[in-house]
Nanobody
């Protein structure tokens, strides 16, 4: 079992930045990819960004490209999401997830463990 704890969410004005962190604990041995997803009220959970075990491959949703950066520190079992140029439409609960594969995925159903989420609110 893997436990994930997100942090770094909060309230920010449009154009501002936030850095989310997700620390994994528990049965963290093995090579696993990680991803960030988000869910706004009344909407389905959507893909944000993902990173392979090595960090050599990263993927982003089109609307996040150029604004968000995903990275990881395997020594700390932590993945990060740097979010710049935030927009009100980025307001959502952000979740990190672990996939029991070294290869990242953009599909929600391919992830095995999920965190509780952290709220990001962008005011206009």
């Amino acid at each position: 079992q893997v436990q994930l704890v997100e942090s770094g969410g909060g309230l920010v004005q449009a154009g501002g930045s936030l850095r989310l962190s997700c620390a994994a604990s528990g049965r963290t041995f093995g090579r696993y990819a990680m991803g960030w997803f988000r869910q706004a009220p009344g909407k389905e959970r959507e893909f944000v960004a993902a990173i392979s075990w090595s960090g050599g491959s990263t993927y982003y949703a089109d609307s996040m490209k150029g604004r968000f950066t995903i990275s990881r520190d395997n020594a700390k079992n932590t993945v990060y999401l740097q979010m710049n140029s935030l927009k009100p439409e980025d307001t959502a609960v952000y979740y990190c997830a672990v996939r029991r594969s070294s290869v990242a995925s953009t599909y929600t159903y391919e992830y095995d463990y999920w965190g509780q989420g952290t709220q990001v609110t962008v005011s206009s």
